[in-house]
């Protein structure tokens, strides 16, 4: 006999642990199926998936490219330990070095594995100890890297491993030294170099950075901030690892977020549009000098599932289809639409403070007031109105992702503009609800100022 939906769910709620919940508070939606970017839920609801799952998957759902590369996979051999050498583990080895520019890559099974391991690694080849992340960061739910993430989902399990220095980030819209982009000195950068001076040069191993902060507010850096972060860490023989497991492959139109600024990192860390979700693949991408070390010195890291012959030919289907379809020129296509809906959005609504986009990577930063930029919802919490809002996207069926004061806008790399107008004026329609809440008196006229 056929369960129902909610015999579904229950079972999942009587049975499984539902990650970043209180159990009982946990109501999860019965995913049934997927196609593109759509999928159905339990009551044959039809969704518009706005956030790509959990911004991983670039490709849609069920794309024939991916999976016709998993079942050739699983046909062929569906395991090899991580001592053997596998068809698709060089294959993918040597397509991660074409495209990011570095040389050598160890596998993980996800992003938090991958920048556990990046630490580790960058502490091996440096003999130093010390790695300098940001405040408005995450790099992973491991120990290692929930210690290193700024996020504060790290505080209930602190104070973990030692040897992290935080810094702050280069949040235009919210300068934490009081400066404006046009005008400042890029202290953003200055300051950690300050607090390179301070801690010990010759402690530092690493600087760990995300492309594109992803999940604490999608703050895009002015163009400059990443030539300077790479000549600094080139004056004080630092290590730069760039997370792209949220930013990369596709999703800001490149291959990695860094690439739009001319850079090239020393470790590349990434998951998620590595595979696009389809099967779970983390890596570490390293510099040529770094691979050279571990020729002569012990790499003192594995992992059982480490080059998983059927999550690398999925990878390498994924990358294909990038190439194949034109995806990236998809999402400069796509994005230059969301672009200009998100800055019609911010002249149009008192509730909007900010946008901040780079290709299908955006996000909507809700305010109280513009002018004194108090924020919507205040930091690690919600509010009344953010809840409201939520609530009118899922029962528009649209399934975004919104934290603190701040409504993510990320859809699948292969979405159509006709997609993204239907989203969009979803999303549009719940900004109204904000603007009416906050007080009636506030036009929708473009001006976003009180009567």
Avoid at 37 to 61: C, K, M, T, Y
Avoid at 256 to 279: E, F, N, R, W
Avoid at 311 to 321: D, E, Q, R, T
Avoid at 395 to 412: E, Q, T
Wanted: net charge negative; with cysteine.
């Amino acid at each position: 006999m056929q369960r129902t939906s909610l015999e579904i769910i229950q079972e999942n709620r009587d049975y499984t642990l539902f990650s970043w919940s209180v159990q009982g508070s946990a109501n999860p939606i019965h995913l049934k199926k997927g196609q593109g970017v759509w999928f159905w839920d339990g009551e044959d609801n039809r969704w518009l998936d706005f956030s790509s799952q959990l911004i991983n998957l670039n490709a849609g759902h069920q794309h024939p490219k991916i999976i016709e590369a998993i079942k050739k996979q699983v046909d062929e051999l569906c395991f090899a330990g991580p001592s053997f050498a596998t068809e698709p583990r060089g294959v993918l080895g040597k397509k991660l070095a074409e495209v990011t520019g570095l040389a050598k890559t160890f596998y993980t099974l996800g992003g938090s594995e991958a920048n556990e391991n990046a630490m580790k690694i960058a502490r091996l080849f440096t003999g130093r100890d010390k790695i300098i992340t940001r405040y408005r960061s995450y790099h992973g739910a491991t120990m290692g890297s929930m210690t290193a993430s700024g996020d504060p989902r790290r505080w209930p399990v602190g104070p973990g491993v030692p040897g992290i220095v935080r810094v702050f980030d280069p949040y235009c819209y919210r300068c934490p030294f009081g400066q404006k982009v046009e005008t400042c000195h890029r202290e953003c950068v200055s300051h950690i170099e300050e607090i390179i001076q301070m801690e010990g040069p010759s402690t530092i191993a690493a600087i760990l950075v995300e492309g594109i902060t992803g999940s604490n507010g999608l703050l895009v850096p002015p163009d400059d901030y990443y030539p300077k972060l790479r000549a600094l860490c080139d004056k004080y023989r630092i290590l730069l690892i760039d997370d792209e497991v949220m930013s990369g492959f596709g999703r800001t139109g490149k291959w990695l977020a860094t690439q739009h600024y001319g850079i090239t990192p020393d470790i590349v860390t990434c998951a998620k549009g590595l595979t696009s979700g389809y099967m779970p693949l983390g890596a570490v991408i390293v510099s040529d000098a770094i691979a050279r070390y571990f020729e002569t010195n012990m790499l003192w890291g594995g992992l059982t599932y480490s080059g998983h012959p059927v999550s690398c030919a999925a990878a390498i289907g994924n990358l294909n289809m990038y190439e194949e379809d034109h995806v990236f020129d998809n999402v400069d296509k796509q994005g230059a639409y969301l672009a200009s809906r998100l800055e019609e959005m911010k002249r149009n609504h008192a509730c909007v403070g900010d946008v901040r986009y780079k290709g299908l990577f955006s996000v909507i930063e809700l305010v109280k007031d513009k002018a004194t930029r108090e924020p919507l919802a205040p930091y690690n919490g919600s509010s009344p109105e953010m809840a409201a809002l939520a609530t009118h996207l899922k029962k528009n069926h649209v399934y975004a992702f919104s934290r603190f004061n701040m409504l993510w806008v990320c859809p699948p790399l292969i979405v159509t503009e006709d997609e993204m107008r239907y989203g969009l004026d979803i999303v549009e329609a719940g900004l109204d609800l904000v603007d009416q809440a906050l007080a009636p008196e506030l036009t929708a006229s473009g001006t976003g100022v009180r009567k």
